[in-house]
């Protein structure tokens, strides 16, 4: 676990194990595709008094050697603890869909499903997100599940990310 900085808010504090940036390595998966790995850059910072963290990831296509093939997927968004034990989680994705999930913290984990989801004409069809986030070991692993293209709620992603850098305030 991380040191909690003077300066966050106290609703965070139950989600505070999830700040720093993260790297690792992932493994994806879906009926309408081949499987392949990923590298995953994550990083949650916050704002001094606010009842938040940002959230922003970035991730690439990996050939068999661990060798960069291809950017892939990026999404940034708000995680909101909510004095309950809920959390809600705000996430936008620059292929044209925005997602409202909500769920449950415990210590070192979070369970959350999609609440809403909202997409362009032109974005892919995507229905709901399942998503579980755990600390072990000091690892954040974490598994995606999703309903699109016509499949019921299937897995996609998975990931092993190690810490890189501390908790750290967003910029502006």
Not at 10 to 29: H, N
Not at 55 to 73: E, F, Q, T
Not at 118 to 133: F, I, M
Request: negative net charge; charged residues 25%; aromatic residues 12%.
């Amino acid at each position: 676990m991380i040191e909690i900085p003077d300066d966050l808010h106290e609703a965070c504090y139950p989600i505070s194990w999830l700040l720093g940036r993260w790297e690792g390595v992932g493994l994806g998966d879906y009926p309408t595709i081949e499987a392949f790995r990923f590298g995953q850059e994550v990083e949650f910072t916050y704002l001094p008094g606010k009842p938040f963290l940002s959230y922003s990831s970035k991730s690439w296509i990996l050939d068999d050697d661990g060798n960069l093939v291809r950017p892939a997927a990026r999404e940034t968004g708000y995680w909101r603890p909510q004095a309950d034990g809920e959390i809600e989680v705000l996430l936008s994705h620059p292929t044209g869909f925005v997602e409202i999930y909500i769920g449950q913290v415990e210590p070192a984990k979070i369970e959350m499903a999609t609440r809403g989801v909202l997409k362009t004409e032109g974005a892919k069809d995507y229905r709901t997100g399942h998503r579980l986030y755990g600390l072990v070991k000091g690892t954040l692993m974490y598994v995606y599940e999703m309903s699109a293209m016509g499949h019921e709620l299937t897995p996609h992603l998975s990931a092993e990310l190690k810490r890189v850098t501390g908790a750290s305030e967003a910029q502006g």
